[in-house]
């Protein structure tokens, strides 16, 4: 096993699910952070590194070092959506490569349950591209995703039942994981059989809306001696993004991952069959079958066998959303700093009845926006 | 009252469009350099960066994908469920529009569409698009 000039050491998540009304981003932000330094042993004193990225504000990685009292020498805001977390990852690691800072601290925090802020479209006014789409009551973003799932199972014949098959797998997870937001198994049936949100998607094909916040540690391999933990090392990362606007999304089958997941893959000196653990972003259903073609761990079209048969639930050969995902565990408007979480513990071996046996390496996926950006993260543990 | 219905702002990117559908053509752009046509309205080619024109487009298109919405956004609740598609032009370019006078069972990938141009709240005249004359099951 290799190593790289940055490993993750510590991750908690703040608070989840519905965190009520008196609870901030800031609070749930500062809450996870203070709890992924006492994961890794490090105060925040050590923290000279700050990324964030919001729903809700323009500078949460501002906000979030002021609250906490850091000065920081690195700093990162970008937001590309739900993938932004993986994005920082990467960032955070060239950052400390090129000497910038030594620990960074990714943070993301929101109270959209709780603030009941959610929309699923825009009033008023709409400037720029967004003009074209708003005026047809596009549902944002689910209206996408359906665009994409409809073709899909135009061009390939994948059926509601293959989707299904995701939703039905990750819930089997999140019924052992306390902290997830559903325990109840459901069936294939019960998927298909909720209602439709947006043709093909049913209620189920869709991600949960959840408070929630998370916290990723992120050191140079040189300040590990003062960390309590196995380092989760940060193998390789890649980052894309191919459109803003579901209508222009080159094709609506091909995620940015196509672009992200050979980047960091290639860095990591790893192929599919090193994959021990994944953990894929799930917005929808949907995005995952999309999502593991466009890695490459199935071929075009092949996405609605290969999570057949409940490959991808506990015992599958395909162990993936460990933590219960997106569709089940948590789902705070963004994703991607989750999907690090469970990869760092399942690499760690701290995942529990979940715990993916002997898992070496780990893949994290994020995707933001609609199927907009993608971020891909190699981790590994020697 | 539909009032807050999301309405475009029209600018110098987009003005000619919308202006095209009150005068019921759609409007899209054409690259003086590469010949290629484009949408939506911009102020460079993003095939090759060059200059741009106004080109009417000839309305015929065929359906790229689809979504029946149900849970729509509120401020088109009354209108669902309805049928959001994105379309590709004849010309080239992808837009997004409403399918109409389409049954259940005709709605499919590949259908075979036109404009039609229809009044809509906030003053707006809007380009939805509906089975071609020439489609399977046209007229039935």
């Not at chain 1, 749930?28 to 990225?53: I, K, M, N, P």
């Not at chain 1, 950052?95 to 990714?106: F, Q, R, S």
């Not at chain 1, 949100?197 to 300040?223: F, K, M, N, Q, S």
């Not at chain 2, 049954?103 to 005249?125: I, K, S, T, Y």
Request: aromatic share 6%.
């Amino acid at each position: 096993m290799k190593t790289a000039a940055a490993a993750i050491v510590g991750v908690a998540e703040s608070d989840l699910g519905e965190v009520g009304p008196d609870r901030s981003e800031l609070q749930l932000q500062a809450q996870a952070a203070v709890a992924a330094l006492a994961d890794a042993g490090l105060e925040l004193s050590d923290v000279d590194g700050v990324l964030s990225a919001s729903v809700t504000t323009s500078t949460p990685n501002v906000q979030v070092a002021d609250y906490l009292g850091i000065q920081a020498g690195f700093t990162d805001g970008t937001n590309i959506g739900g993938a932004s977390f993986v994005s920082h990852l990467g960032h955070a690691s060239m950052a400390i490569a090129a000497g910038h800072c030594k620990v960074a601290l990714i943070t993301y925090g929101s109270t959209q349950r709780s603030s009941r802020s959610q929309s699923r479209g825009r009033s008023g006014g709409v400037r720029g591209s967004e003009q074209y789409e708003q005026v047809w009551g596009m549902p944002t973003p689910i209206g996408a995703y359906a665009l994409a799932a409809t073709r899909h199972m135009s061009l390939y014949g994948t059926t509601s039942e293959q989707l299904a098959e995701v939703a039905v797998a990750t819930r089997k997870w999140a019924a052992m994981n306390p902290k997830a937001f559903k325990h109840d198994l459901i069936t294939i049936d019960d998927v298909v059989g909720s209602p439709f949100v947006a043709e093909p998607l049913h209620r189920l094909d869709c991600c949960l809306v959840t408070d929630g916040g998370g916290a990723v540690i992120v050191a140079a391999a040189d300040r590990l001696a003062a960390v309590r933990k196995p380092p989760v090392w940060v193998l390789g990362h890649g980052e894309s993004h191919t459109h803003d606007r579901i209508s222009s999304m080159p094709d609506l089958t091909v995620t940015p991952a196509a672009i992200s997941g050979p980047k960091a893959m290639a860095m990591a000196g790893v192929t599919h069959d090193d994959i021990d653990v994944a953990e894929i972003y799930d917005s929808f259903t949907i995005t995952v079958l999309l999502t593991l073609e466009s890695l490459g761990f199935c071929k075009p079209g092949e996405s609605g066998a290969f999570v057949s048969g409940q490959r991808t639930a506990p015992g599958g050969d395909f162990p993936m959303n460990t933590q219960g995902g997106g569709l089940s565990y948590c789902h705070p408007g963004m994703f991607g700093i989750f999907t690090l979480i469970e990869a760092a513990r399942q690499l760690r071996g701290e995942s529990g009845a979940r715990q993916v046996a002997g898992a070496r390496i780990a893949l994290a996926h994020g995707t933001g926006g609609v199927l907009s950006s993608a971020a891909t993260a190699v981790l590994g543990v020697t | 009252m539909e009032t807050t219905r999301p309405y475009p702002i029209a600018d110098g990117d987009s003005r000619p469009f919308w202006d095209g559908c009150r005068d019921r053509k759609l409007m899209i752009q054409w690259c003086v350099a590469c010949a290629k046509f484009v949408f939506y309205p911009r102020s460079v080619c993003p095939h090759c960066g060059g200059p741009l024109t106004w080109a009417r487009a000839s309305g015929r298109a065929a359906v790229y994908s689809y979504t029946v919405v149900h849970n729509a956004p509120p401020d088109f609740q009354s209108d669902a469920p309805y049928v959001v598609a994105l379309v590709d032009l004849e010309e080239g370019p992808r837009m997004m529009t409403r399918l109409i006078d389409c049954e259940r069972e005709r709605l499919q990938v590949g259908l075979a569409v036109e404009v039609v141009f229809l009044p809509a709240e906030n003053d707006l005249v809007l380009p939805f698009f509906r089975p071609a004359a020439s489609a399977p099951g046209a007229g039935q």
